[in-house]
Structures are given as C-alpha cells and as structure tokens.
C-alpha cells in the first residue's frame, strides 16, 4: 500500500484532457514539493514535473501539475498515443525522513 | 550528456550479499545528491536510499535499513549499494538516480535514471 494515493488507470480518447490525482498527508504533500514521472512501456522513468508545477526542459506544455493542500493533480491535454504510459506521483516525508512514491497510474489513450 | 550507468546484478541466493555500482558521467557529480530506486517485477517504483552530495548522510527505506548500505565515491564518480541479507523480495530493478539538489530531500526531485540492473533473489 503505497503512501501516496494515486488511481489505477485513467483512459481518454485523443485530443482530449485527462487528469490524475494525488493524494497524501501534512507531512508530505502537504510540506514539500510534488514530482511527477512518466515510465513509458519497457523504459526507465523520466521527470515530467518538478516542484509541483515546473516542466523540465524538453518537456511537452501539454503537461501541466497542480497542488492544494495535501494533494496535487497531473493533467495532460490534446491526448496523443505516445502518452500511453505509467505515471508516478513522489514528495519527500518530512515525518518518515524518507520519500514517498504513487502506486502508479496507467494511462490509456482510446 | 548526463550518464548514470548501473552494474553488479544477478541471481543471488537468499541471505547473500550483492554489491552494485553506478558510473556516473557527464557532470559534476560531487554536486549532485543520489539515490537508489527499484521497481519488483510488474510494480511500481520504490525508492531505496539517498546519500547527500558529499556523503555525510543517508536515508532508508525502513524495509533494507541495516541490511543495505548507500556510500559515493566522489574522486571516481561512483554510486554503490551494498546489500547484504537480500530476501526474496528485494527482487527488482534497481536504477541509480541523480538528484537536481545536493541533499535529495525537501523540494528535491530525480532528474536523470539510469536503465537499471536486475537484481533477483531466488534459492
């Protein structure tokens, strides 16, 4: 059971916005910063967001990450085929002094 | 270009010990936190350890404390894990991370994996 409470799986057709959410507690979220990482099919992961709404260079702007409170959102628009993928929220746990992981959320363009 | 090329997987029976290395290239690595992250076979990712930009500290996953060891050698920008005791569930994937920050916690994140070196323990 993760820390980090994310759904299984999310579908939309393409050209549409999909969302994804993340939901933890005071100590993490709540404290610290948001990182989102997308794992595509047999690929080590990459870092989509940074700082709960930051895109690293080369990233595509149809990526964007939110957060209040103690949870946060990855939502991706115009939906292509390529964004079939595994994506991951993670925080550092300030209580714990460990970082925290989503269960993992796969994407699935219809 | 930013490196992170892991070794030193294998089949390793349960209560052995295994060591894995990672070679970093590419940038200033006594600059830069690291960790280790794994992912079992079909799951999803688990981090493992983090050791500070000089190596003055190291964190756990409460699951490998005192039976794993995360330690750096800066002069030949090099990531190590030792794993001693290894169970059947430390199976996985096991990827050398670069931290965009030199402590790894707080508003950190993992810039840059590496592809990973398969560790399975089975008798």
């Known amino acids: 059971q993760s820390v980090l409470t994310q759904p299984p799986s999310v579908s939309g057709a393409p050209r549409q916005r999909v969302s994804i959410s993340c939901s933890g507690n005071r100590s993490n979220i709540g404290k610290n910063a948001v990182n989102w990482y997308q794992q595509l099919p047999g690929k080590a992961p990459k870092l989509l967001i940074y700082?709960?709404?930051l895109l690293p260079s080369g990233v595509s702007d149809r990526f964007s990450g939110s957060k209040s409170g103690t949870s946060a959102s990855l939502a991706i628009s115009g939906l292509q085929s390529e964004d079939e993928a595994d994506y991951y929220c993670a925080a550092w746990d300030d209580s714990l002094n460990v970082w925290v992981f989503g269960g993992g959320t796969k994407v699935t363009v219809l | 270009q930013v490196q992170l090329v892991e070794s030193g997987g294998g089949v390793v029976q349960p209560g052995r010990s295994l060591r894995l290395s990672c070679a970093a290239s590419?940038?200033?690595?006594?600059?830069?936190?690291m960790h280790w992250v794994r992912q079992a076979p079909g799951k999803g990712l688990e981090w493992v350890a983090l050791?500070?930009?000089?190596?003055?500290?190291?964190y756990y996953t409460d699951s490998v404390k005192g039976r794993f060891t995360v330690s750096r050698d800066n002069s030949r920008n090099t990531l190590n894990l030792q794993m001693n005791s290894l169970r059947a569930e430390d199976t996985a994937l096991y990827y050398c991370?670069?931290?965009?920050?030199?402590?790894?916690?707080?508003?950190?994140?993992?810039?840059?994996w590496g592809q990973g070196t398969l560790v399975t323990v089975s008798s």
């Open positions: 991370v670069r931290d965009r920050t030199r402590s790894g916690t707080g508003s950190a994140s993992f810039d840059y």
């Open positions: 700082y709960d709404d």
């Open positions: 050791i500070w930009h000089d190596g003055n500290n190291q």
């Open positions: 590419g940038f200033t690595f006594r600059n830069y936190g």
